[in-house]
């Protein structure tokens, strides 16, 4: 099991299940939202929609993908390797934890990543 404190590891947990709700429904009324669009009107019309679905489609899945990082995070605490940096295997700063807890990288880590894509980017 990760050193982080049990209280936490709760606090954590509590607020990953929060913002995959707030995700799920945000999906969910999308697309009513886009389903309840009347189809036909002009060209102009047309295009609007299109552009409306292209931006819903995107929002989509930036939202996926922040889904499957806190199901992972979720994953992270039940098997007890919570709260480790992906890159540099210390823990990650509780403040970050608290603020972002479906992180898997420390601010080190997450520099160190950084550096590494700027490098390979070219």
Known sequence: ???????????CKMKLLQVKTEILNR????????????????????TMRVLA?????TMHERL???LLEIENALLRIENGSYGICEETEELIEQDRLRAIPWTRLSIEGAEI??????????
Not at 1 to 11: F, V
Not at 53 to 57: G, I, K, S
């Open 27 to 46: 999906v969910r009324e999308s697309r009513f939202d886009l389903n309840a669009d009347e189809k036909g009107g002009d060209e102009a019309d047309q």
């Open 113 to 122: 990543r950084e550096s590494m894509n700027k490098r390979y980017a070219r």
């Open 1 to 11: 099991m990760s050193q982080i404190p049990t209280t936490l590891l709760k606090e």
């Open 53 to 57: 679905e292209v931006e819903a489609l």
């Open 64 to 66: 996926r993908h922040q």
